[in-house]
C-alpha cells in the first residue's frame, strides 16, 4: 500500500512567502508595498517569515552568483515584512540553514558531474 504524504501548511506558507518576495524584487515593487503584501499572506506567522528570509538570505550567500541579487532583495522584503517582532539570534539561525543547505546542493552537484565524466571516459564517450 503506498504512503500518503501530508503537506506541511507551515512548508507551503513558507513556499508562497519565499515566491511572492522573488516576484516582487523582480517586479521593482517598493519595500513598503512589498513588505504590506508579505506581512498579509503570512497571516501573523512572524516564524515563517523569518524562516524564508533567512534561509533566502543564506542560500543567497553561497550562491550569489546565480540570481543577480533578487534572493538578497526579496530575503530584505522578507525581514522589512517581519517588522520589530523578531529575535535577531533565530535570524542568523535561519541564515546559517541556508547556507548549509546551499553549500550541500553544491556539494551534490559537482559529485554528480565528476561521477557523470568518469562514466563517460569509462564508457569510451
Known sequence: MARVRRSDPDKILAAQLDATARR????????????????????GRVDILMRAAGHMAGVWSVKARYDGGVALIAAGFLVRAMGTETDDLNLAHWVDEGRFAARRTVRDAAALASFQRAQRRSSGR
Open 24 to 43: 516582487a524584487a523582480f517586479d521593482g515593487a517598493t519595500p513598503d508595498a512589498a513588505a504590506s503584501e508579505l506581512r498579509a499572506l503570512a497571516d
